[in-house]
């Protein structure tokens, strides 16, 4: 048997040779400690490791004498031969790792329901398939490098999430998190080259978000997001639309959108920010920040700048907010209407910069 099967032996010996004797029932119906009364750890061992070239059936045995209650943290790491990892007697861990594996096809834990720190699922070459289909709370989620991987699945995963990244996963169409409302540091989707749909649509609050790089997605829409600390958007080369219907304060000093198609934007619920910055090198259409007052630095002069009809969308709800906007600075790049300058005098003669530039 391979390395980590003789480790878990030798750990299962050493531990009978500790707790069993003939006359010890406490576990056991036969005198002898162990799950089935003749064998194996009766709630499993604390680290539990699974490395080197064990093949599916080294693993299930390895699994079926030592994973149990008492497993709180599980590592599978530079396997060789495990092509399919399906553990079911587990439903707490502290940390989850399972990185580096060259054969690991399909990885389902379908009772994990809780892992108290970290989730990291790393450079697993052939991984096509996660399933943690009951998983309800973790503190972190990672999920790197895995260039076969297709499917992800978190339907039940909720709140108490520090962060969530997903990163380099270059097959990966669809990211789903439908129950998630808060992640209290940092939100990382980037340089999923064939990602087509970010879903987090009940997400409320979160610290940070960085959605750059992923080359194929059409859109971001966060329809339920209400505060965020920084938002950065950049460089995915498909997106024409971007809608924060929701978002009402932007308490840091990020929230800057570059990409080369975008067409229209919604930030209509908008209120307080310090600086945002939007660029395209396609002509913005349309641009609601019909809600928007407290805010240092509105920069729209982006290089594809934007039709009369969204500078006079702009323009227009600036002067009309009450009370009055003062002390902001105001730059736009496009042909301005009539209308539009005479509001842009407006909004001078209140204390404001505004600059318009065809």
């Given at each position: 048997?391979?390395y980590i099967f003789i480790n878990v032996f030798l750990i299962v010996i050493t531990l009978l040779s500790f707790s069993c004797s003939p006359e010890d029932g406490v576990n056991g119906e036969d005198g002898v400690d ?163 749909r970010l879903e987090l649509d009940n997400l409320e609050t979160i610290r940070s978000m960085v959605i750059r790089k992923n080359k194929k997605l059409p859109n971001i829409d966060f329809p339920n997001l209400i505060t ?131």
């Amino acid at each position: 048997m391979n390395y980590i099967f003789i480790n878990v032996f030798l750990i299962v010996i050493t531990l009978l040779s500790f707790s069993c004797s003939p006359e010890d029932g406490v576990n056991g119906e036969d005198g002898v400690d162990g799950i089935d009364g003749t064998s194996g750890l009766p709630n499993g061992i604390g680290f539990l490791t699974l490395t080197g070239d064990i093949t599916n059936e080294d693993a299930v045995e390895i699994i079926e004498q030592s994973a149990g209650i008492d497993t709180h943290t599980l590592l599978v790491s530079g396997t060789t031969n495990l092509t399919t990892l399906n553990i079911a007697t587990i439903s707490t861990l502290t940390t989850l790792e399972v990185i580096n594996n060259e054969k690991l096809e399909n990885l389902s834990l379908p009772n994990l329901e809780s892992v108290l720190d970290n989730v990291s699922i790393e450079n697993n070459n052939a991984l096509t398939t996660i399933s943690f289909e009951n998983l309800t709370i973790t503190r972190s989620l990672s999920i790197q490098e895995n260039t076969m991987l297709t499917s992800v699945s978190f339907p039940n995963l909720s709140d108490g999430l520090q962060g969530i990244s997903f990163s380099q996963n270059e097959s990966l169409e669809n990211i789903s998190f439908p129950l998630v409302r808060a992640i209290k540091n940092r939100l990382f989707i980037g340089e999923n080259t064939n990602l087509e749909r970010l879903e987090l649509d009940n997400l409320e609050t979160i610290r940070s978000m960085v959605i750059r790089k992923n080359k194929k997605l059409p859109n971001i829409d966060f329809p339920n997001l209400i505060t965020a600390e920084g938002i950065t958007i950049n460089d995915n080369d498909m997106i024409s639309n971007i809608a924060f219907s929701n978002l009402n304060n932007v308490t840091g000093t990020t929230l800057s959108i570059n990409e080369d198609v975008l067409t229209t934007i919604n930030f209509d619920q908008l209120n307080t920010f310090s600086r945002l910055a939007i660029n395209s090198t396609a002509l913005l259409t349309s641009v609601n920040l019909s809600a928007a007052q407290d805010f240092d630095q509105l920069v729209l002069n982006s290089p594809g700048k934007l039709s009369t009809a969204a500078i006079d969308q702009v323009i227009t709800a600036l002067v009309h907010i009450t009370p009055a906007i003062t002390e902001a600075t105001i730059l736009i790049r496009g042909t301005a209407s009539a209308q539009a300058l005479i509001d842009a005098d407006i909004l001078r003669t209140g204390g404001n910069v505004v600059t318009i530039t065809e």
